[in-house]
């Protein structure tokens, strides 16, 4: 099976503070109505290539989601993330026979604030919460343009400055890991990937793997596996190492393909010179205006 990805959720423990802080950057969120919990809404972020970023978080809060409920009430930001497959049944059977777990398939559905009604179906595969280490899958019941309307550019310009402006798409999922060994085994017994390269990124405080076939890098801390002993020191922890603690194997950080990394950096006010990823150069939003949310740009 081939990976991409449809969609990257970001949680968080109030909505409107969530769009706020990505519009902060630049980047408008749209909102997109209550799912069929009546718990969890959203607002969505889409890209050119149809993939999209959702903002979930509680209707009211510190209400008890069914999804990502630890996530959502402390602010983690990126938690999971999705791939369409042709069939969830199926490929979740697929999966489930190589003996990983397998939750669902689920059939969901979202209200959108003028009634209409978007529904697809879910199942989350591996541990943790759906799209945690390996994506949960979808599969639409309706059509994809009524799970998330396409990018529609900016009204009036010409194509050429569009695609200057726009935003490709997710390029990379970023997993934190605490063993990076077992998950590259993960991914190569779900997946039949090649072995990854890997390399230590200082900049990111993390070792790395990427996968030349997936759109998924995965890292652990460069000082190796997290210790809990050392979890009395607030000020001793990395914060890769501090949110595997948190949070478990996970998104860590997610990047999104460009048509021109120096244009959207200056578009963007992004204020920093691209730095290496791989044999490719990136460049990061602003964190801390985006409440902790590790999002970047990749040429």
Not at 42 to 54: R, T
Request: proline share 7%.
């Amino acid at each position: 099976m081939q990976l991409k990805v449809d969609h990257v959720v970001v949680a968080g423990s109030a909505l409107t503070p969530m769009k706020e802080a990505f519009a902060s950057v630049g980047l408008r969120t749209e909102y997109g109505g209550i799912h069929e919990n009546e718990i969890t809404h959203m607002a969505y972020l889409p890209f050119d290539d149809g993939s999209y970023l959702e903002l979930i978080s509680t209707r009211q809060p510190r209400a008890l989601s069914p999804l990502w409920h630890r996530h959502i009430l402390n602010d983690a930001g990126l938690c999971g993330w999705a791939v369409e497959v042709p069939n969830v049944a199926d490929e979740a059977k697929r999966i489930a026979d190589l003996g990983v777990p397998v939750d669902g398939p689920f059939h969901m559905s979202r209200k959108w604030p003028d009634g209409a009604l978007a529904e697809w179906d879910m199942a989350g595969i591996g541990e943790g919460e759906p799209g945690s280490l390996l994506p949960f899958l979808i599969k639409d019941r309706t059509p994809r343009e009524l799970r998330v309307p396409p990018y529609r550019g900016t009204a009036g310009s010409d194509r050429g400055a569009r695609r200057a402006d726009r935003l490709m798409g997710i390029h990379t999922v970023v997993l934190g890991v605490r063993n990076l060994d077992k998950a590259i085994a993960l991914y190569q017994r779900v997946y039949g990937l090649r072995p990854p390269e890997i390399l230590d990124n200082a900049a990111f405080g993390a070792r790395l793997a990427r996968f030349a076939d997936a759109p998924v890098v995965l890292a652990t801390p460069l000082r190796g596996r997290p210790d809990p002993k050392r979890y009395e020191d607030e000020e001793d922890r990395e914060w890769l190492e501090t949110r595997l603690h948190r949070f478990g194997d996970g998104p860590a950080a997610c990047l999104i393909g460009v048509y021109d990394l120096e244009f959207v950096i200056e578009r963007f006010e992004m204020n920093q010179d691209p730095e290496p990823w791989f044999d490719q150069q990136i460049a990061w939003f602003d964190d801390l205006k985006l409440g902790g949310v590790r999002l970047g740009v990749i040429s």
